[in-house]
């Protein structure tokens, strides 16, 4: 007897894969491609927004840059036990298969809503209003642009970025490598514009440091919020596993290069900026990296902008490139629409988890308020880092003989779950807010929708989406992964 539908379907669908035959897509990323991708993904928007966040929390130049270097250090060994789990579980989509993995189906279905919903698509949209800001800042000289074509040019951008993701892998990565390389320009620009000003004498910024008020535990969790937010993407290989050539080694590897790197550009560029500008101009800056390219670099200021406009489009095509594996390995386990998990014939990508991907974004640039998104992005973001890395350490103990090509010290994942416990519940308790109460009952409102959809599976949900799932395959030409020629 041959195993039934079902069985198969299992077989082919579960956790822990050693070949991609079931998701079809191709091993098209190597060493340099992810390093980009996360050095990509990670030097976005973040270090040319959150230099103002971090120091009005801080107070001064001293404690500033200190969260600063913590802020890397945390992402590196957040990013070590992510590549533990990334090379025993071989799958892509990021903490969804390890939630999964560790805890079970209702976890991995809460974080994939959430992430769907919420988190990714306010972190693309973030970044895609922070390149429209400064794009604009270099025809606006000296006033606010208005707020319309700030939201249609963020608009433009993900509709670009979206095609290009869904047409093409190899499209997408060369795109990453690009831009990769030209906001590295732009940092060394800066990092070495900074270092001849020092060496000119220009340190009267740096005396007195720390001679301020100590800023309170709710101020340090916001300013870690907003670093942690420029270094948000330490993760983001883990997100095409799959996709990945030779993971066991160019998982862990991408890492350890990658992160380092970019904490080490982060504090030069901050002294930079700090070597230029006091900290109350730096605070009353519009846009900290174009002030510092008026300052330095005049008359050749106007590639400062256009640099940094490189550098968040690159953030955003490395966003687009990982999560939409997400949502294509989400509806690949029943937890999304099936429609989700279709793959292009012709171009082997998840094209429509990326489009839908691009649909929920243009939602959220419409209210256009980044310090509240990044608030509340962080919130939800590090609640499931934590869940993710708890999973790590109870995996170590319900799963001893499961093969571990990295294995960190206890210590690491453990820190970082105490650290994860401390970001997400000091803000709350120092200043309570309404969007930290409005961000847990979203993640709860999950298991109505997993209750009605995933356990329950009403057949009228489907019989709705039918029409839809018949229109995309005809329009694009996708069809489920198991039917993907090989």
């Not at 992160?259 to 560029?269: D, G, K, R, S």
């Not at 519940?425 to 999950?446: K, M």
């Amino acid at each position: 007897m041959g195993q039934g539908p079902r069985k198969r379907r299992e077989d082919e669908h579960s956790i822990q894969s050693k070949e991609p035959t079931a998701t079809n897509l191709q091993k098209e990323v190597g060493l340099l491609s992810g390093i980009c991708i996360i050095v990509g993904s990670i030097i976005g928007s973040g270090i040319f927004i959150s230099p103002k966040s971090v120091l009005s929390n801080t107070g001064t130049v001293g404690p500033c840059l200190i969260i600063w270097a913590a802020c890397g250090i945390l992402a590196t060994l957040g990013a070590l036990c992510f590549a533990e789990l990334g090379t025993m579980i071989t799958k892509s989509g990021g903490e969804y298969p390890y939630l999964m993995e560790a805890f079970g189906p209702i976890p991995a279905y809460l974080f994939s809503w959430v992430s769907m919903m919420v988190t990714k698509p306010s972190s693309f949209a973030i970044i895609c209003l922070s390149f429209s800001e400064y794009v604009c800042a270099a025809f606006y000289s000296g006033c606010e642009p208005p707020e319309v074509v700030i939201k249609c040019l963020a608009a433009a951008a993900i509709l670009l970025i979206i095609t290009v993701n869904a047409l093409s892998v190899r499209l997408g990565r060369y795109v990453q490598n690009f831009f990769t390389a030209a906001k590295m320009v732009i940092v060394a620009i800066i990092i070495i514009s900074g270092v001849v000003l020092l060496a000119q004498g220009n340190t009267r910024n740096f005396e007195n440091s720390f001679a301020a008020t100590p800023a309170s535990v709710g101020g340090i969790s916001l300013a870690f919020y907003n670093g942690l937010w420029a270094y948000d993407g330490w993760n983001q290989l883990n997100y095409i596993t799959e996709e990945l050539r030779n993971p066991y080694r160019n998982l862990p590897l991408a890492i350890i290069i990658g992160i380092p790197l970019v904490t080490v550009c982060y504090i030069l560029m901050n002294v930079s900026y700090f070597a230029v500008m006091t900290p109350t101009e730096l605070l009353q800056s519009q846009a900290v990296a174009v002030t510092f390219g008026d300052r330095v670099l005049y008359p050749a200021s106007w590639i400062v902008p256009l640099f940094v406009a490189f550098s968040t489009i690159g953030a955003a095509n490395g966003n687009c490139f990982t999560v939409g594996r997400l949502i294509y390995v989400a509806g690949r386990e029943g937890h999304m629409l099936k429609v989700l998990s279709y793959v292009s014939v012709r171009r082997l990508t998840p094209a429509p988890a990326i489009i839908f991907y691009g649909i929920i974004t243009t939602i959220y640039i419409i209210p256009g308020d980044i310090n509240s998104l990044v608030n509340y992005f962080s919130f939800a973001s590090w609640l499931f880092y934590g869940m993710t890395i708890v999973g790590l350490v109870v995996m170590r103990f319900t799963k001893k003989n499961r093969e571990r090509p990295i294995k960190v010290p206890i210590f690491i994942p453990i820190l970082v779950t105490l650290i994860s416990v401390f970001l997400v519940l000091a803000p709350i308790i120092s200043n309570p807010a309404w969007e930290y109460l409005y961000c847990v009952l979203f993640i709860l409102s999950g298991l109505i929708f997993y209750f009605l959809f995933v356990y329950c599976k009403f057949g009228w949900a489907q019989k709705i989406s039918k029409p839809v799932t018949m229109y995309l395959q005809m329009l694009m030409e996708v069809v489920p992964p198991e039917k993907v020629p090989e």
